[in-house]
């Protein structure tokens, strides 16, 4: 078959592979979309992978070819979405079904073979069945969607609360979609390109509600915006300290906190910034990747 095959740090190169072979629990997707994360990027060019060769991508959708020893041939020709994470399935987070916490998981694209191939093995339990108004290139988006879904879920923002979103990368501009859909009316948004500003205009968000740091003085924006309350939810979804500090500063008393975007450096906070927690008695939460439990309500369905 084809692959992209990542052999060492900024060696990535298109080839001939052998087909993966089935492992119990398997299937063979025949991949049709894949997507290619923020992520894949450091991971290809700058920091590496796990071990090599690699097949990386772990945002894909296809459909299953063949059925690997123990699987049942129900999934045969089924269109698929396909969860990248693979369980240990013996640990605390696994016993308790939050398989994104799993301490000694594999990952299709970065610890195992993944998408960017024309055929991939997938563990059958990491399949979800596609309804027909989905198309396989959407459902190469699911991923990311999922992993926005969660930290919307971590944060738990309701109807009437003021909520920040900054940093409009894929996740990011996601959330604002999903925010808005769930009937948060009251959406703030930071961004800092071009592109970004249009793409929010697109989801119905009026102009002023878009803020483009690279042109003034973000936090007095806010504050105005707010009329000096701050946000009642603040998502940070770039991952550098400024933007952490003004997640901060910016949210109002007993406000949320939700840190989304992977660090790009050590992340430390002034002294000042940090009584802002105390004072106005903020919950700062994680999110990490997405829940997916064969369940209406993980983050998938
Ligand atoms: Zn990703
Ligand atoms: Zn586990």
Redesign the pocket.
């Known amino acids: 078959m084809k692959a992209w095959v990542l052999y060492g740090i900024n060696d990535l190169r298109y080839g001939t592979v052998a087909e993966p072979e089935l492992k119990e629990g398997e299937v063979l997707v025949a991949v049709k979309a894949a997507a290619v ?4 990027i450091p991971r290809i060019y700058r920091t590496g992978a796990y071990s090599y060769p690699l097949v990386p991508g ?2 894909f959708a296809g459909i299953v070819e063949k059925a690997g020893p123990g699987v049942a041939d129900g999934w045969l020709g089924k269109r698929t979405g396909i969860f990248p994470l693979v369980p240990c399935g013996v640990c605390g987070p696994c016993q308790s079904r939050r398989y994104e916490m799993c301490r000694d998981y594999g990952y299709l694209g970065s610890r195992q073979d993944g998408g960017f191939a024309e055929y991939a093995a997938v563990p059958v339990r990491n399949l979800i069945e596609l309804p027909a108004g989905v198309t396989l290139q959407e459902a190469a988006m699911l ?2 969607m999922a ?1 926005a879904v969660h930290a919307m879920r971590r944060a738990r923002p309701m109807a009437g609360d003021r909520v920040v979103v900054c940093g409009l990368g894929t996740i990011g501009m996601l959330l604002v979609s999903f925010l808005l859909e769930a009937g948060i009316r009251d959406v703030l948004v930071i961004g800092n390109k071009e592109f970004q500003r249009q793409a929010i205009l697109k989801t119905g968000l009026e102009e002023t509600c878009y803020c483009d740091s690279r042109a003034g003085d973000t936090e007095k924006w806010l504050m105005e915006r707010t009329e000096g309350k701050g946000a009642d939810v603040f998502f940070e979804c770039v991952g550098i300290n400024g933007t952490f500090s003004q997640a901060v500063n910016l949210t109002g008393p007993v406000g949320r906190v939700c840190l989304v975007g992977n660090p790009g450096s050590d992340m430390t906070l002034e002294r000042e910034v940090y009584w802002k927690i105390l004072r106005n008695q903020l919950t700062v939460t994680g999110t990490w990747n997405s829940s997916f439990t064969h369940e209406a309500d993980d983050d998938w369905h």
């Open positions: 994360c923020g992520s894949d772990h945002e991923e990311p992993v």
